[in-house]
């Protein structure tokens, strides 16, 4: 794709813009294979599959705006090296639902006279917006705000802003207070709408919070869920842990009768949206939906606190991946299959070396971060014989 702010060095963040786009695929799944093979040693006992790639613009589920410039005149978008704003509210990898709206929600800043926040000088109100539009165009719309006046000014000027833009389900304000390196603060405050944006996943509607992760690429994330669905489902497994379970995307597609699953995340918000999704899933006739469980806790240290391992044991983890105690625990398990799906490769061949008894059965790397470094690999393990 052609991006004209990076064309005009304004703005570098998507690192492999100008590189076509297939050769951006093929350095990623040739990087895997280096990555796995050197970690491994032996090579690949298994099938490389074709990289899964969905559109190259406009896949973007979350906007993350910075807010710059004035009141009467702000910026969307991001911050110079001085700490001004850039305004990109015409960027072509988030999705054409959210690029709509961002010019009226700068109205609405205008209107409503919201000091941006300067950075340089620490004054002002409103830091960021964040927009997640879910596949039906609804939209979920949250205020980085300083103080509670910036609450109150988002309150007051709530609907205007509803009448114009219909289409948003949930509106927050979040609140910010000091002046850091951070996106969010702890506390929000729910303004309009329901509790959860809800987020249609193939067969599954999950349910996405202010404060929850979800996947950026809704396209790829459906791929990814669906291949995990198909690897489960080649292995049979009768129980399944699905640790670092977030919302429950990979728990509910691994749904199936007669088998129970677990769900396993340290964020209360994320196992209260899973549980929804749960419930949703059995409302829609999901099969095996009422087998599936989440519990709040520390997906590692759940893991090696437990008798037994499930016959299988998918794991999601941060870029940091899932480090040298669960990957020892990993190795001496008696868990027949692991599904180990990563957004960082380097960290997922240094966990695959510490579990030598497994064998590397499945690979497939899914694009779910196009024009950037960054992609997701999802990979079936099954003991050695």
Known sequence: ?????FDAHRCSSCTLMGTPYPQQVSNKD????????????????GEWERPYTGPEAGFRNKAKMVVGGTSKKPTLGILDADG???????C??????????????????????IQPYHVPTRRGELKHVIVTANPDGQLMIRFVVRSQQGVDQV???????????????IVTANLLPNHIAALEGEREVHLHGPATLPMRVNDVTLRLRPQGFF???TDVAAALYAQAQEWIAEVAPASVWDLYCGVGGFALHA????????????????????GAARERAIADGVAGASDVHFAVGDAGAWAMSQDHAADLVLVNPPRRGIGADLAGWLERCDA????????NATTLAKDLAAMPSWNLKRVRVMDMFPQTDHFEVITLLSRRR
Do not use: K, W
């Open 30 to 45: 040739a990087l895997s294979r280096q990555l796995l093979v050197d970690a491994l040693g032996s090579g690949i006992d």
């Open 336 to 343: 027949e299959h692991v599904i180990y799906s990563s957004c």
């Open 155 to 169: 309150r007051g000027g709530l609907p205007g802003l509803l009448e114009r833009l219909p289409q948003a389900l």
């Open 1 to 5: 794709m052609q991006c004209s702010y």
């Open 255 to 274: 749904a199936a009768p007669g088998r129970v699953v677990t769900g396993i995340e340290i964020s209360e918000g994320a196992i209260e949206g899973a």
């Open 215 to 217: 996947q950026t690429n």
């Open 92 to 113: 072509g990898v988030v999705d054409p639902a959210i690029a709509e709206v961002l010019p009226l929600i700068a109205t609405f800043i205008r209107v409503n006279r």
């Open 84 to 90: 001004h704003g850039i305004d990109l509210r015409r």
